[in-house]
T-cell receptor, first 115, second 114 residues
Framework: AQSVTQLGSHVSVSEGALVLLRCNYSSSVPPYLFWYVQYPNQGLQLLLKYTSAATLVKGINGFEAEFKKSETSFHLTKPSAHMSDAAEYFCAVSDQSGGYQKVTFGTGTKLQVIP | DGGITQSPKYLFRKEGQNVTLSCEQNLNHDAMYWYRQDPGQGLRLIYYSQIVNDFQKGDIAEGYSVSREKKESFPLTVTSAQKNPTAFYLC?????????????FGEGSRLTVL
């Protein structure tokens, strides 16, 4: 069974500092991996996705993530945090399971940006 | 603009009452999903439907029911059998042929049981 682990339920960074949100996955087959962002009382919005085309994936709002198969990781980074980046971030893994595309989410990481 | 509309945004219910959450999409997507979100627990799958008139239980289906009579609509009923229904509920959809599993989400419905 696939699973996703996000290290750190809360992360605080200063405005302008590097953002690093960690995600490790387990999957028995090559996975598809995603990062979603959620602002308070809203739905999830796709930030970026890995579909095996390239290991370094660029997304919206200056975020990127690198797929490292040897480490089973898909960490999310942004060089310089902005106040508007404060939100909750979810890592997710998708693969075929029981005849349908099963998506499993991590427990989320809340990012706080300090002025 | 295409998207997923969930209603109501906020809902209050007395214990013992059933309540139905609406989810409508105009993306022409075949698959639709209902997730429950609780603080610190991520998203947990309640039900999913891959085509009209067909749906399957997810990981936490007890106390919930769904129907899929139209492609555009996938309402969720939270029944009185659900022991702890207070949560944020998210509806999502996926396009046919999207083998990556990318999901599109609605804005969510927050249910509070008084």
């Amino acid at each position: 069974a696939q699973s996703v682990t996000q290290l750190g339920s809360h992360v605080s960074v200063s405005e302008g500092a590097l953002v690093l949100l960690r995600c490790n996955y387990s999957s028995s087959v090559p996975p598809y991996l995603f990062w979603y962002v959620q602002y308070p009382n809203q739905g999830l919005q796709l930030l970026l996705k890995y579909t095996s085309a390239a290991t370094l994936v660029k997304g919206i709002n200056g975020f990127e993530a690198e797929f490292k198969k040897s480490e089973t990781s898909f960490h999310l980074t942004k060089p310089s945090a902005h106040m508007s980046d404060a939100a909750e971030y979810f890592c997710a893994v998708s693969d075929q399971s029981g005849g349908y595309q099963k998506v499993t989410f991590g427990t989320g990481t809340k990012l706080q940006v300090i002025p | 603009d295409g998207g997923i509309t969930q209603s109501p945004k906020y809902l209050f219910r007395k214990e013992g009452q059933n309540v139905t959450l609406s989810c409508e999409q105009n993306l022409n997507h075949d698959a639709m999903y209902w997730y429950r979100q609780d603080p610190g627990q991520g998203l947990r799958l309640i039900y999913y439907s891959q085509i009209v008139n067909d749906f399957q239980k997810g990981d936490i289906a007890e106390g919930y029911s769904v129907s899929r009579e139209k492609k555009e609509s996938f309402p969720l009923t939270v029944t009185s059998a659900q022991k702890n229904p207070t949560a944020f509920y998210l509806c999502a959809s996926r396009a046919r042929g999207s083998d990556t599993g990318e999901l599109f989400f609605g804005e969510g419905s927050r249910l509070t049981v008084l």
